[in-house]
């Protein structure tokens, strides 16, 4: 089922406490989400050569080294998105573990917060009855000493997430593409 009945006051849920957010200096709104996993080895991936000489990529994507998951946070205030990347598998330590990285990074612009916002879909990992992402949830809340609201969007909608306008920039997705990760480091420098 796509919609649920429940859906437009899921919305109108949404919208509100993001608006109240927005209009709190005190609270910081970001969103999170993961994306498809990306393998690293000399797979073609459809890809072009972006040097003068063509490298000879593997004709069928069996075999690669490492798979490396994007992990995206965006701060809706600036438009900042920092991406971090794990390895083989979307956990909710996983993301834990970033936004605990994005935070002591970031922290530094924000010594006023009282609350921080998180706009989020109900993935595996990150379902709100997901035990070890709420006790993790918890346990960052305490450490950095600020409330944490987690703001779900409805089932089947999480492209409303304003995140999903990073991942799905039209450009990027064709540069993603076209462009063959044989390694950590190409990778992580794309």
Not at 129 to 141: N, P
Not at 179 to 190: A, I, Q, V
Request: hydrophobic share 35%.
């Amino acid at each position: 089922m796509k919609k649920i009945p429940q859906t437009d006051a899921i919305f109108e849920n949404v919208f509100r406490e993001n608006q109240a957010s927005d209009e709190n200096s005190k609270s910081l709104r970001v969103s999170i989400d993961t994306k498809a996993k990306v393998k690293i080895g000399n797979l073609s991936r459809g890809g072009k050569a972006r040097t003068l000489e063509a490298k000879a990529a593997d004709d069928h994507d069996t075999q690669w080294q490492e798979v490396l998951v994007p992990f995206g946070i965006l701060n809706t205030h600036s438009q900042q998105l920092s991406i971090y990347f794990g390895q083989s598998a979307e956990t909710s330590d996983f993301i834990v573990d970033c936004l605990t990285a994005w935070w002591r990074e970031n922290q530094h612009n924000y010594l006023e917060l009282d609350e921080w916002v998180i706009d989020l879909d109900g993935g595996a990992a990150t379902r709100s009855d997901r035990t070890q992402f709420i006790k993790r949830m918890v346990e960052l809340s305490q450490a950095i000493n600020l409330k944490i609201r987690l703001i779900y969007y409805p089932p089947y909608h999480s492209k409303y997430n304003p995140i999903e306008r990073c991942w799905a920039d039209e450009r990027k997705l064709l540069e993603w593409r076209d462009f063959r990760f044989c390694s950590n480091r190409t990778t992580l420098g794309f």
